[in-house]
Nanobody, 118 residues
Framework: QVQLVESGGGLVQPGGSLRLSCAAS????????MGWYRQAPGKQRELVAT?????????NYGAFVKGRFTISRDNAKNTMYLQMNSLTPEDTGVYYC??????????WGQGTQVTVSS
């Protein structure tokens, strides 16, 4: 059974940094792509960043990221990361990890809360 477990969320002041982790119960090489999504209160879930696997690695960020976040993956540890810098209150929300296989279902973690506030 595939499980994705996020960690690393918390309360941080504006301008601060957080590093989110997503640990998978299976080899992340089995996913064609993984990503981070977030959902703020009263808003729809939106894409933060995605990263593909395989021979060529392709990375995509949401327009709001503006160079502040970095997505990465460590296949040996079956873990994906999201380094977030220069956080603003608008970054507050629940951050979800996603793993997808072409032609198959998508898997989601339970989410980790990120709160940016002074």
């Amino acid at each position: 059974q595939v499980q994705l477990v996020e960690s690393g969320g918390g309360l941080v002041q504006p301008g601060g940094s957080l590093r989110l982790s997503c640990a998978a119960s299976v080899s992340i090489r089995s996913f064609d792509a993984m990503g981070w999504y977030r959902q703020a209160p009263g808003k729809q879930r939106e894409l933060v960043a995605t990263i593909t696997g395989g021979v060529g690695i392709y990375i995509n960020y949401g327009a709001f990221v503006k160079g502040r976040f970095t997505i990465s993956r460590d296949n040996a540890k079956n873990t994906m990361y999201l380094q977030m810098n220069s956080l603003t209150p608008e970054d507050t929300g629940v951050y979800y990890c996603n793993g997808a296989r072409q032609g198959g279902p998508a898997f989601w973690g339970q989410g980790t809360q990120v709160t940016v506030s002074s």
